[in-house]
């Protein structure tokens, strides 16, 4: 074994002994339902392997001056995120509940934040509907970032940037890293305490505080937000689901209270604006006439869109029924996302937002004076950024594998039996980590339709490239 891949076992070592904290969290609601302590073991028994695996990985001796090389990180990260679902299956499957195949996917649904799920919530014990919402929320930040923020710098940038995370909120990576886990903690306790005043129980609560502000979108109940039927609880949903889907900077921004240099950033003035624009129009042109009062089809338009742009996947109606129209403003607007650098999945607005720049920009260009220098720059968090070539062509690049993605996996669920609309829908809220489902995903999923989901899940989080060095980086060193 080389030394790269040695050194790089102690980090996924070090990672996996935090996932076993993590598996291990659901037992702590067994003194409020000790009915359910018969599945102790369930979460105990993957936690003791995977935190012993962890710590004799941990103990490998890495000097000093080594650092991981882009390569080497996103194998890290690869791995590690692959064991992480491989253990947190394991309680699924001791418990009896589901098979490989189903724990895996379930696993692997929650870590990714994605919320697709072939679990009847009506008949799972409250420990397994406690344990999605806690991996979806931890999967949201990051494993990665979870353990920076408990640790200290050592693990370094590149690793912190291989997981997503392209943003240094302060100097120091460990400080940024606890930084956004206090932001984040703080939205899920003011989630929580909104949902609980407003009349949600308090089980349910913490469960859709959490899967609400990590976009995940796991629920405790069968009709998922819908089962409120409440205007007030809605709105809540809609506020953690928005910031989830900000960038991780952009919060920080918010919460110090600069608003104008907030809403001067372009992934807010882009998700506004289709907001304030596609709402109105799904209402009046689909879910008018289905709905049959403009209120209804206004609300129902403003929470289910937001809903899918943010990648979180509440739902309060069924899509089944939705005129053609509607249902391809969802699946396009799966694609694009939410913002960079956050729990959010799909294309992501920031790279929308070049794009869309880049096409007025040469456009514009057409008609300017040959010697006008006017270069097109976006508002980011760190401030104003030139497009250059180097980012229009990272953008264009990532846009176009995500869409080439989409293809294939739509094409691999048709093989096994699902419409070609099904299929579309269903695999672009996969790959767009969303969770909204129109029937595909269920107990009955033939197990290649949940494998294609399942990597197209595992691909969206950690944005494709990411694994895609991983591979390349192990045929390399092989």
Known sequence: MSKNYEYGLKYIGVMLIFVAGVILLPILILPFYPDEAEYFICFALPAGIAGALGFALSRIVVPDDFRLTTGNAATVVVGTWILAAFFSALPFMIAGKLNFTQSYFEAMSGWTTTGLSVIDVSAAPNIFLIFR?????????????????????????????????NDKLLPNIAKSARLIMKIYSGYFIAGTLLYAVLGMPIFDAVNHSMAALSTGGFSTETLSIGAYDSFAIELVTVILMMLGATN??????????????????????????????????????????????????????FFNIISAMTTTGFSTVSYNDWPDFAYLVMIVLMIIGGGIGSTAGGIKLGRINILVKQIFWSARRKFMPE?????????????????????????????????????????ILTLT??????????????????????????????????????????????????VFYSIINAVKNK
């Open 133 to 165: 919402s806690i991996i979806q929320f931890f999967g949201g930040v990051g494993i990665v970032l979870m353990v920076v923020s408990a640790l200290s710098e050592s693990f370094g940038m590149t690793l912190f940037a291989s997981e997503g995370h």
């Open 371 to 411: 010697r006008m220098v006017n270069k097109p720059a976006v508002y980011r968090p760190e401030g104003k950024t030139a497009i250059t070539n180097e980012l229009y062509l990272e953008s264009s690049n990532y846009a176009l594998t995500f869409i080439f993605l989409i293809i294939v996996g739509t094409g």
């Open 417 to 466: 039996g699902y419409g070609l609309k099904e299929a579309f829908f269903e695999f672009s809220s996969a790959l767009g980590t969303v969770g909204l489902s129109v029937g595909v995903t269920g107990i009955n999923t033939p197990p290649l339709a949940l494998w294609t989901m399942t990597v197209g899940m595992f691909l969206g989080r950690l944005e494709i490239f990411v």
């Open 248 to 301: 991780f900077f952009a919060n920080m921004i918010l919460v110090q209270g600069r608003f104008r240099e907030f809403f001067r950033l372009g992934e807010t003035r882009l998700a506004l604006f289709i907001i304030a624009a596609i709402v109105p129009v799904v209402a009046f042109a689909s879910l008018l006439n289905l709905y049959g009062n403009l209120s209804a089809a206004i609300r129902i338009s």
